[in-house]
Each structure stands twice: as C-alpha cells, then as structure tokens.
Antibody, heavy 119, light 108 residues
Framework: QVQLKETGPGLVQPTQTLSITCTVS????????MQWVRQTPGKGLEWMGF???????EYNSEFKSRLSISRDTSKNQVFLKMNSLKTEDTGVYYC?????????????WGQGVMVTVSS | AIVLNQSPSSIIASQGEKVTITCRAS???????LHWYQQKPGAFPKLVIY???YRASGVPSRFSGSGSGTSYSFTISRVEAEDVATYYC?????????FGAGTKLELK
C-alpha cells in the first residue's frame, strides 16, 4: 500500500538549514508529483512546492529563494532543504503525493515531522 | 495569491445533524481544482473530496461537495462522532496553492 514517511532533525537553530527526507513505498516517484506542505501556528497549512514525476520543480514564491526540493528515485526518497531558518518556520512539515488526476490535490500524506526553530 | 475564506470557523453539531461548510475564493477557480481535507487532532490532513464533488477512496457517502466559480460547499449529511475534526478547503488552480483557515467541527 501507499506509504510516506518523513524524517528530520526536530530542532534547528535560527539561520541554519533544514533538511527533511520523505521515503515512499507502494508507488513510483516517476509516476506522481511529490508535494511539500507545512503547518505552522502563524499561517496554518501552506503549500511549499513540488517535484514533478519528470524531476522538474515548482515552488511557492514565499519560499523560493531558500527552498530546494530534489529526489533520488533509486531510493524512493524526496528531499526538502530550506535555508536561513527563522523561528516562524517552526511547525509540522509534511510530504504528500499529488493526486492521480492532476488538479494539484494531495491524496496521500506522511505523518509529518515536527520542526522547532530555536537557539 | 487566491485567498480562500471558509465559514463558519467552528461548528457545534449533534450526531445525526446535517452540517455545511462554505469556501469562498477571492478569484474564480475551475471546479476541478477545489478540494477538501479532514484533519483529526494530532493527525495529518486526509483527502476527503477532490475536484469539488468526488469522494476520495474509502470516504463515506455522507460526505459531499458542490460549487463552482468562487463559491463552494462541503456537507456532512448526518454527522457521526468520528467526524470530529477540522476541515480545510484547498485550491490547486494557481501557484501558490492555498488552503482555507479551517472549520472546526465539534459534537454537542
């Protein structure tokens, strides 16, 4: 069955870089878009960006200058890297699969990883 | 960015009652690109309705959606205890894809 699982650091210092890995099973990364969504106390649910089945990426301009999404299809992993972290970046980070029919909905989600930005 | 205004922000309903949530978009959206999620406390969001009115796999028939243009609605025909959650609309029409602020459903 389809499964997604995020792993990440939990605590990151301000100005540092956040790195999260999403490991998937039950489907191929070359067939689906993979999305990143976060949930923060200040802004709620925010779409961050995606990597297409073909490997190209698209980002929310809110994050574009400091966000990078990549993948390793051989390991069934998708990566999020975001630099220059601020305390407002504290929240839960989710990877999600883009829906089969396109239309930019998210049909399967990981359980999320809580990230706290604090010194 | 397209802003999605959900109302009400919270609902208190009795079991068996019908509840409806509205999502209004700041710009017109194709109905293919408006979706609804359920998030139970401490859990990840779960897709309930995609493309305005299509139920996701395994979703009970008491959940439904409708709408077009800038006005969409989500209905639970008969609320059950397991439906206690926060519900969000989301548009995938234009970057950045955005979510509503959520509607918290509680039981009376």
């Amino acid at each position: 069955q389809v499964q997604l699982k995020e792993t990440g650091p939990g605590l990151v210092q301000p100005t540092q870089t956040l790195s999260i890995t999403c490991t998937v099973s039950g489907f191929s990364l070359t067939s689906y878009y993979m999305q990143w969504v976060r949930q923060t106390p200040g802004k709620g649910l925010e779409w961050m960006g995606f990597i297409r089945s073909g490997g190209s990426t698209e980002y929310n301009s809110e994050f574009k200058s400091r966000l990078s999404i990549s993948r390793d299809t051989s390991k069934n992993q998708v990566f999020l890297k975001m630099n220059s972290l601020k305390t407002e970046d504290t929240g839960v980070y989710y990877c999600a699969r883009g829906g089969y029919y396109g239309y930019n909905y998210f049909d399967y989600w990981g359980q999320g990883v809580m990230v706290t930005v604090s010194s | 960015a397209i802003v999605l205004n959900q109302s009400p922000s919270s609902i208190i309903a009795s079991q068996g009652e019908k509840v409806t949530i509205t999502c209004r978009a700041s710009s017109s959206i194709s109905s293919n690109y408006l979706h609804w999620y359920q998030q139970k406390p401490g859990a990840f969001p779960k897709l309930v309705i995609y493309s305005t009115s299509y139920r996701a796999s395994g979703v009970p028939s008491r959940f439904s959606g409708s709408g077009s243009g800038t006005s969409y609605s989500f209905t639970i025909s008969r609320v059950e205890a397991e439906d206690v959650a926060t519900y969000y609309c989301q548009q995938g029409s234009s970057n950045p894809y955005t979510f509503g602020a959520g509607t918290k459903l509680e039981l009376k």
